[in-house]
């Protein structure tokens, strides 16, 4: 019933998802949610890498503009 409800896209709907065993319910919620927490994860993980980029060019610029003034 599981598969069945996924993987056919005609039959995929909250009917479908109502008419799930219970257990298929609750794997469907976990899956979504995996999904969901993993997006998030990423997210933060480019931002945390484009933050440590502007950092660095921060600091070359203002040691550059140092250099310049000596």
């Known amino acids: 019933m599981f598969s069945n409800a ?8 909250i009917e479908g998802l109502r008419a799930m065993d ?6 469907f919620v976990v899956i979504i ?9 990423t997210l933060f ?3 945390i890498v484009v933050m440590q980029k502007i950092s660095e060019a921060a600091k070359k610029s203002k040691s550059n503009a140092e250099a310049a003034a000596e």
């Open 33 to 41: 949610g995996l999904i969901g927490v993993f997006l998030v994860l």
């Open 45 to 47: 993980f480019f931002t």
């Open 22 to 27: 219970l257990w298929a319910q609750g794997l």
């Open 6 to 13: 996924l993987l056919n896209g005609a039959d995929f709907s």
